[in-house]
């Protein structure tokens, strides 16, 4: 059986279970949104977004290396988004990172419920490249 590891209040190495209950969804947006605008205005506000991101780190008990990917990933477009989490998935799981350690036990409600939100979405509408018979027989 693998060994628990006890993850350390404040200490960089915080659970998703503390920084849940240490920062609600919105106000984690709002960061995010006002960290990526400096970051936009100028280089010269670099020093301001850095320390927008580590008051953030300090005040909400963020991971600090899991918060940078987020914000890389909240940077991205749709598209490359999409395809750097699913990539992430594989990785995590070719690694076999979640059997190595039983420290994401009390993550399998948290998990349940996405892949319950994702299948009860409606599927998306068949992509119609155009409304003109020839062209849609061609490449539909």
Known sequence: MAKRVKMEKGAGATGPAEADRSIDPTEFQRIVREINRQKELSSGYQGSAGKLTRTAIEDHLL??????????????????????????????ERGGYLDQVDAFSDLTDQLSGIVDRLKDRAPPEPHRVTDDPVTAAILN
């Open 63 to 92: 991971d600090r290396v899991a918060f940078g990917f987020h914000m890389r990933l909240s940077r991205m477009d749709e598209a490359k988004r999409q395809g750097v989490i699913r990539a992430f998935f594989d990785y995590i």
